[in-house]
């Protein structure tokens, strides 16, 4: 029997995936800044931390899957990403993998386990 911490951390893994392709969607609707993205996954249930949500910003925008730029709001600096040619084929790829895993995990596609 596995170690309740060992589910744990592969959940964690599962969740994080989860919050990257949920990141470059948001980006790929319009430019996104780190407030509004943790406001936004709030409400799909993912809590994240400042400590969790930009170190995610920061290496998707040094993979090239983001662009970072600054703005000026309010008299505030605020970083906005927004997604680039490799982040959008990334997307692509990644909804395709998705929407076949999806129909497999939930029974609806050809390949289902027999038990």
Do not use: D, W
Request: aromatic letters at 6%; charged letters at 30%; proline letters at 3%.
């Amino acid at each position: 029997m596995k170690k309740p911490e060992t589910s744990r951390r592969l959940v964690r893994q599962f969740f994080l995936g989860f919050v990257r392709l949920h990141i470059l969607y948001h980006a790929s609707e319009e430019p996104v800044c780190g407030v509004e993205l943790s406001s936004e996954l709030a409400s799909h249930g993912y809590r994240l931390s400042p400590g969790t949500l930009y170190p995610i910003l920061h290496a998707l925008a040094a993979s090239g899957y983001l662009r970072r730029a600054v703005r000026v709001e309010q008299g505030r600096q605020r970083k906005v990403y927004t997604l680039t040619r490799r982040g959008e084929e990334a997307l692509t790829q990644a909804r395709e993998h998705l929407r076949e895993l999806v129909e497999e995990v939930m029974g609806e596609g050809k390949g289902r386990a027999r038990g």
